[in-house]
């Protein structure tokens, strides 16, 4: 009886956790119970409650077709709530400019988006920080040189390195490769793997990480840091 | 050498602007804008999904929005907004499974609408509860939903076997909502 309710609760939580709609089931109290407080752990990851803007514009269009009213405005109002939640730099979409000619030379990535600082410490030197083969695509690495932490990622096949502190109070931050973010565990701040704002609680909207240059020599990815 | 004032400025703390207790709403587009975030992230709290979530947050919206007349003063419509996401997930948990007696707390919406609509309440909430629970419960719960280890992989950190990880699983889950109820209500 408790083993068949704790497979039926686990195939709940894997639903959750792997962002599946759960199946329904004749549920006991019990299980019920469980699958309440798994819901609101799920819920308590940095950002899985945050919806994106395909689900904000799916909203907004059919409540304008279900509440009558002309869907003329869909783009201008979903593009400003999701502009006023989610960070204008969410919709910059300049992410990855430059960055495959520069990786395929082989050289530093880059350049950074506009408005985006590159860190580039006085006396910096190439310094190898994880192989290419740990990386794979999709992935994030949390990285430190002792004084630089950064965070490398392979997006699309490209490797680029930004500040692994958040700009707002320099918590650590935490790559999410489900949703490719860099997250704050401090104030629910969120960045793109490219540094670039993508969410953020506060009056006003912290700095975009700063680029580190990176490069691929010989199977490993170096940074360019003290 | 001198002391030296680890402490850099001053924290600032998210805090809550342009509260609109005495505005008021005059079309269903700033309702939606002001709320639609705050009222998917109440209910994503509560099935844990987004897809669910979305249809949950269009459904309190739309039913809101049949029953208000507006104008309405912003208040009233964000207590009623509460009180049908309320309704609308009693409804979900009863008819997907078979849940009776559904019990919900939920807090309010946001104050300033979406420009800092969301908020920390259920990572701050998800903390606090595996916190509060015995080490080995703690364990499994962070494996999964903070590690994102499958069952299998649970099981094998912990040193025991899958079924015994999803028994665990089970307990502790039980447990946290315990907690929940009791402590952290």
Request: glycine share 8%; with cysteine; net charge neutral.
């Amino acid at each position: 009886m408790t083993s068949s309710a704790a497979d039926r609760v686990a195939r709940f939580v894997d639903d959750l956790l792997r962002g599946r709609r759960p199946r329904r089931f004749h549920a006991t109290p019990e299980e019920t119970e469980a699958m309440g407080a798994a819901a609101g752990l799920a819920a308590g990851r940095t950002g899985a409650d945050l919806p994106d803007k395909a689900a904000l514009d799916r909203i907004h269009r059919r409540l304008s077709e279900r509440l009558d009213e002309s869907p003329r405005v869909d783009a201008r109002f979903t593009r400003r709530v999701w502009l006023r939640t989610l960070g204008t730099a969410a919709a910059a979409a300049v992410v990855g400019v430059g960055l495959d000619e520069a990786l395929t030379r082989g050289g530093a990535i880059g350049p950074a988006a506009e408005g985006q600082a590159v860190l580039t410490p006085d006396g910096a030197q190439w310094r190898p920080v994880a192989a290419v083969e740990q990386l794979p695509e999709g992935h994030a690495l949390q990285v430190s040189t002792g004084s630089v932490d950064a965070v490398v990622f392979n997006e699309g096949g490209q490797i680029g390195a930004v500040s692994g502190v958040c700009t707002h109070l320099g918590c650590k931050l935490q790559p999410d490769e489900a949703d490719k973010r860099l997250s704050c565990p401090c104030h629910q701040t969120a960045f793109s793997w490219s540094g670039k704002v993508l969410y953020y609680r506060l009056k006003a909207a912290p700095p975009d990480l700063p680029r580190i240059q990176s490069r691929v020599r010989d199977g490993q990815i170096e940074l360019l840091v003290v | 050498m001198g002391v030296i004032n680890l402490r850099g400025a001053d924290d600032p703390e998210p805090e809550p602007v342009n509260d609109p207790a005495s505005s008021i709403y005059t079309d269903w587009e700033s309702v939606y804008q002001d709320n639609v975030v705050g009222i998917y992230q109440l209910v994503f709290r509560r099935v844990g999904n987004a897809a669910d979530a979305e249809d949950l947050a269009e459904d309190v919206l739309i039913r809101t929005l049949k029953t208000l007349r507006l104008p309405a003063p912003v208040h009233n419509v964000r207590s009623y907004l509460v009180k049908t996401a309320k309704t609308v997930l009693a409804d979900h948990w009863r008819s997907h499974y078979a849940a009776q007696n559904v019990e919900l707390e939920l807090e309010q919406l946001p104050p300033s609408g979406l420009g800092n609509a969301a908020s920390t309440v259920a990572s701050e909430r998800a903390q606090r509860l595996l916190g509060l629970l015995p080490d080995q419960f703690r364990q499994v719960l962070e494996l999964r939903f903070l590690r994102g280890y499958s069952v299998r992989e649970v099981a094998h950190e912990m040193g025991v076997t899958e079924s015994n990880a999803r028994v665990l699983q089970f307990r502790a889950l039980r447990k946290a909502a315990q907690f929940e109820r009791e402590v952290l209500a």
